[in-house]
């Protein structure tokens, strides 16, 4: 059984900082690809970043290109998201997944096995 751990959520002013971590354990890390997703209160859990396994290659979601940034340790067997010019709308509940899916970086949550329990973000005007 995978397990994910999220970290990093926190409060943060509009226009600020902040960087979520994922950490894997029991996984053989290096094959999997690893996506953030998030959920608002009362809204769909919407996708928000993914990167393959080697790391050579991402994808974003249109609302958090240029401000977000995937990146993955296959040594640590931890992925990052750094947020840069947060926004109250980008207050969610972000959460880590995972699953094998070579040569995709899939959007669609349905396509990832494994989830993390969420890390609160909340970006005050």
């Known amino acids: 059984q995978v397990l994910l751990v999220e970290s990093g959520g926190g409060l943060v002013q509009a226009g600020g900082s902040l960087r979520v971590s994922c950490a894997a354990s029991?996984?053989?890390?290096?094959?999997?690809?690893m996506a953030w997703f998030r959920q608002a209160p009362g809204k769909e859990r919407d996708f928000v970043a993914a990167?393959?396994?080697?790391?050579?290659?991402?994808e974003y979601a249109d609302s958090v290109k240029g401000r977000f940034t995937i990146s993955r340790d296959n040594a640590k067997n931890t992925v990052y998201l750094q947020m840069n010019s947060l926004q109250p709308e980008d207050t969610a509940v972000y959460y880590c997944?995972?699953?094998?899916?070579?040569?995709?970086?899939?959007?669609?949550?349905?396509?990832?096995?494994?989830w993390g329990q969420g890390t609160q973000v909340t970006v005050s005007s």
């Open positions: 997944a995972a699953d094998v899916r070579p040569g995709t970086l899939p959007v669609e949550k349905t396509l990832y096995r494994y």
């Open positions: 029991r996984v053989v890390f290096r094959v999997y690809t």
């Open positions: 990167i393959s396994p080697s790391g050579s290659n991402t």
